[in-house]
T-cell receptor, first 113, second 108 residues
Framework: DSGVTQTPKHLITATGQRVTLRCSPR?????VYWYQQSLDQGLQFLIQ???????AKGNILERFSAQQFPDLHSELNLSSLELGDSALYFC????????????FGQGTRLTVV | DAKTTQPNSMESNEEEPVHLPCNHS???????IHWYRQLPSQGPEYVIH???SNVNNRMASLAIAEDRKSSTLILHRATLRDAAVYYC?????????FGTGTSLTVIP
């Protein structure tokens, strides 16, 4: 158990809909990362938050947004969903140090039909 | 972010040592080298990381070349549970960019 909790584990929704994925980081970790993993793309970095502020942005679509709340949990919002958004979405967290390791959750499997 | 080159796949016999290489010739002087692995249908798992000198932990050893342009992850005795995709990641500013990794097959 990495200590990072993601909910829900599975999500099935229709095209055009909007969903919210939730991540609770390890206790004390200030950084949260979101990744997308589809069969043909590998693990793609989406976005990083540090103590509530956006720290880095990767290949995140404009239809996607994220935020980190004062209690440090994070949500990834996906809107106007397309079939190609079907993927595993992972959240990770890391501590305060500049080079600390990241711990990943078990992911949310999103299926868009 | 520094580019990495890893073999697409490797095989090892069970209980034999495994050396997983990674080239990261564009690494900056302050980037740590992280290794993660991903078992099927699971999230990536931290294995080990280091800066310049060799590192050991309960999972593996990390050998870093003197010029830091390459590193090798060493699993001392491969088990079937070590079958996974292994990723080498030069870590810049606590951001983790995954490449395609090495898929390790362990043969019983």
């Amino acid at each position: 158990d990495s200590g990072v909790t993601q909910t829900p584990k599975h999500l099935i929704t229709a095209t055009g809909q909007r969903v919210t994925l939730r991540c609770s980081p390890r206790s004390g970790d200030l950084s949260v990362y979101w990744y997308q993993q589809s069969l043909d793309q590998g693990l793609q970095f989406l976005i990083q938050y540090y103590n509530g502020e956006e720290r880095a942005k990767g290949n995140i679509l404009e239809r996607f947004s994220a935020q980190q709340f004062p209690d440090l949990h994070s949500e990834l919002n996906l809107s106007s969903l397309e079939l190609g958004d079907s993927a595993l979405y992972f959240c990770a967290s890391s501590g305060q140090g500049r080079h600390t390791e990241a711990f990943f959750g078990q992911g949310t499997r999103l299926t868009v039909v | 972010d520094a580019k990495t080159t890893q073999p697409n796949s490797m095989e090892s016999n069970e209980e034999e040592p495994v050396h997983l290489p990674c080239n990261h010739s564009t690494i900056s002087g302050t980037d740590y080298i992280h290794w993660y692995r991903q078992l099927p249908s699971q999230g990536p798992e931290y294995v080990i990381h280091g800066l310049t000198s060799n590192v050991n932990n309960r999972m593996a050893s990390l050998a870093i070349a003197e010029d830091r342009k390459s590193s090798t992850l060493i699993l001392h005795r491969a088990t079937l549970r070590d079958a996974a995709v292994y990723y080498c990641i030069p870590n810049t500013g606590n951001q983790f960019y995954f490449g395609t990794g090495t898929s390790l097959t362990v043969i019983p």
